[in-house]
């Protein structure tokens, strides 16, 4: 189902000559070639949401990427580079590094926020053809950009879904990398999780909303998402408490997870099954374990000396916390 951007580039005649591949339900302006005529004025029809298209004429001034979106109101504009064998994002005010000029047999996804009719008017191509349409589904995010901020330097990044599995790997250096299907298939869904590998180091981005609609979003990375080289058990806090503490933690990887809580004579005290748990920092009262001072039969322990555990995978780890009232 999905394409990577090698395997794409063996089959490219889709991209040559698409003049527009409106959404389901739009109206396309036949462009036909006026006989004897070098001129020409002519309408796209584009629905709210990702079309594919090329422009019909040739502008009287050099159209760019960074024009092309204004013109239409874009939050991306996606070319599809035949030298490198990659997809090249531009996206407005965040990746204006890939600017382009537009030729007439270059095809190109934009992803506008409303539906609309542009208008383009100059010279006919003369390396061009009518194209088919091909209908698009509305409801699918089959391009999708990322743009990275704080890129290692010198680094090529590996970027995968984890939930497709769908994996690209960008230049040295290059911030933006884009996810296209062809197939009109959704590269990406809602609460994706998007991992970032440069060298020995790897970040999760966790796509939102907002990411969809405008088909990109801009990572950062930062400490924030960067994910923990090892798994390790933190100190509690607060320590003496009563009656409730909050227990920190790293997972290096997705696993499951279990806490316990002992008394000093090594009797299980209280079992909290967390589930499988992705990597990431667990850090904050939000994401730490959170122990209410009770026991398995919910009573309110008595105060003293306790001991915490984690087992996760072939690791296991226990400290010492207080309750003191």
């Known amino acids: 189902r999905f394409t990577s951007q090698s395997s794409l580039f063996g089959a490219a005649e889709p991209w040559t000559n698409l003049l527009v591949s409106p959404q389901l339900g739009a109206t396309t302006t036949s462009i036909d070639r006026p006989v004897g005529l070098a001129r020409g004025t002519f309408n796209l ?16 001034q050099p159209m760019t990427s960074k024009a092309l979106a204004k013109e239409l109101d874009a939050t991306l504009v996606i070319r599809l580079d035949s030298k490198d064998k990659t997809f090249v994002p531009f996206v407005p005010e ?3 590094g890939s600017n382009f000029t537009i030729e007439g047999d270059m095809g190109l996804i934009v992803n506008v926020k ?27 995010v089959w391009a999708f950009g990322l743009i ?20 690209i ?3 040295t250096g290059t911030p933006a990398i884009a996810f296209v299907d062809q197939s009109q298939q959704s590269v990406v869904r809602p609460q994706d999780w998007i991992e970032v590998e440069a060298k020995d180091t790897r970040w999760r981005y966790q796509v939102t909303g ?37 227990i920190p933690f790293q997972l290096s990887q997705d696993n499951q997870v279990v806490a316990s809580v002992f008394g ?50 072939d690791y296991s780890e226990i400290r010492q916390m207080v309750i003191l009232k």
Not at 45 to 60: H, Q, T, W
Not at 148 to 167: E, I, K, Y
């Open 169 to 171: 790997q960008s230049l």
């Open 45 to 60: 029809e584009l629905e709210k949401g990702l079309n594919m298209i090329s422009l019909p004429v040739k502008p009287d």
């Open 94 to 96: 965040h990746f204006e």
């Open 114 to 140: 409303r539906s609309q009719t542009s208008t383009f008017t100059g010279t006919v191509w003369d390396n061009t053809n009518a194209a088919p349409i091909v209908p698009i589904d509305p409801q699918s």
């Open 264 to 313: 000093v004579k090594g009797n299980l005290v209280r079992r909290l099954d967390l589930g499988w748990m992705i990597a990431g920092n667990y850090l904050e009262a939000n994401r730490a374990i959170y122990w209410d001072g009770k026991s398995e039969t919910g009573e309110t322990v008595a105060s003293g000396t306790y001991f915490y555990q984690i087992a996760t995978g």
């Open 148 to 167: 990275f901020d704080n890129l290692p330097t010198d680094s090529a990044l590996t970027v995968r879904n984890l939930r497709s599995g769908q994996t």
């Open 210 to 246: 907002k990411d969809l609609k405008q088909a990109f979003a801009a990572v950062s990375l930062n400490v924030r998402i960067q994910l923990p080289n090892q798994t390790r058990l933190l100190q509690n806090y607060p320590n003496p408490f009563n009656p409730e503490t909050w």
